[in-house]
């Protein structure tokens, strides 16, 4: 390729061409992907609900679509690993998007990222052969106008050039027309390459920029496992949730016994019990910070109204979750009745609020 460009004339004008697709198309591909992610992941900010809000609007989705789908080993992912779960639920949410729109949305946003890179460079190889024109300039030059113009609508490696940078331009009108025919056949090379790619491919990347709006902090409860709302992910100051869950959720349980502790952990810190750690050291609810560690950096506040959300689940997993914590809902464990009242209707209109 360098030996042909070294020729002179209108064939060293064609091979200059076909060098600098050669390098235009691939920076094309990439720039088209760029766009299509930012598009994709801005069009998901914009038009579904778990995703325009912060993480604890998603959270409010997620509890949401785990009650509706009653699916035990999800719960147990959720309350054990949320953020492994939260990480599968966004990922698993944009591909579904990408297949269900893949037919309309997908090719609509690919047709006009294509449409405006295709202009950028037409109005480059236009500009920058009028200037070269005028001051009579090198390829060296001609380049770097190109490269100039598309700015930073297309992340170009100029250095790339420098096999094709020494020639003479004798004819930038002739250099000016092989460009721009040959955009045409490389933009349907570009498509044809971008449509046949796997949406997967983009779904890191899109996954990448939603979860970086619903960032926040990962800390659990240490009594409940509920997960801390900051939306910081190292934030000052203590580690706080609205609305805390009975402590079986987590597996708490009444020393000695295979008795659950159903109590939830704003009510426990009201009163003048105490929890064991390491079947050893003994604390009062009351002065839980006592614990050190994880019971230091929470704050708890005495709060007497539940959600029905957590009474609903320990209720409808009742034996599943006495089978993965080997206790059980009896004796100071037992699960008062007007828990087993609450229906899955009222918990989804609950969260509805
Ligand atoms: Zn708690
Ligand atoms: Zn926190």
């Known amino acids: 390729m360098s030996f042909k460009i070294s020729c002179q004339g209108a064939t060293s004008i064609t091979s200059f061409v076909d060098f600098l697709w050669l390098k235009l198309s691939p920076a094309i591909s990439a720039s088209i992907r760029k766009i299509m992610v930012q598009k994709i992941a801005g069009d998901m900010r914009a038009t579904c609900p778990e995703f325009n809000g912060n ?139 971008c449509s046949s790619k796997h949406i997967d491919e983009i779904v890191p990347d899109i996954e990448e920029i939603l979860s970086e709006h619903l960032c926040g902090c990962w800390k659990q409860c240490p009594f409940c496992k509920a997960i801390c709302t900051n939306t910081i992910p190292q934030h000052e100051g203590d580690h706080s949730v609205p609305f805390h869950r009975p402590q079986a959720v987590s597996g708490w349980h009444w020393h000695k016994t295979d008795q659950f502790d159903i109590n939830v952990c704003t009510s426990n810190v009201a009163s003048n019990i105490c929890f064991i750690l390491n079947d050893r050291w003994r604390y009062k609810y009351k002065k839980y910070r006592d614990a050190g560690g994880d ?51 009222e918990v989804l209109n609950d969260l509805k609020k």
Not at 105 to 129: M, P, R, V
Not at 167 to 183: N, P, V
């Open 55 to 193: 993480r604890a609007n998603l959270e409010k989705h997620i509890l949401y679509s785990l009650a509706e789908e009653e699916n035990f080993d999800k719960y147990w992912k959720y309350i054990q690993r949320p953020e492994e779960f939260f990480r599968d639920y966004i990922r698993d949410h944009i591909k579904r998007y990408c297949s269900e729109k893949e037919s309309e949305k997908i090719k609509t946003f690919l047709n006009i990222s294509l449409g405006d890179i295709k202009n950028t460079i037409l109005s480059a190889i236009h500009k920058s052969t009028k200037v070269a024109k005028a001051k009579g300039s090198t390829a060296s030059g001609w380049l770097d106008l190109f490269c100039d113009h598309l700015g930073s609508n297309l992340v170009f490696p100029r250095r790339d050039l420098v096999n094709i940078e020494h020639q003479e331009l004798m004819d930038t009108e002739f250099l000016k027309e092989a460009m721009s025919k040959a955009l045409d056949p490389a933009m349907r090379e570009i498509e044809e390459d």
């Open 295 to 345: 019971y230091a950096t929470w704050s708890i506040t005495p709060d007497s109204s539940t959600q029905p959300y957590w009474k609903w689940f320990v209720c409808h997993f009742r034996s599943k979750l006495e089978h993965n914590y080997g206790k059980k809902f009896t004796g100071k464990g037992s699960i008062p009745d007007l828990w087993t009242k609450i229906t899955k209707q």
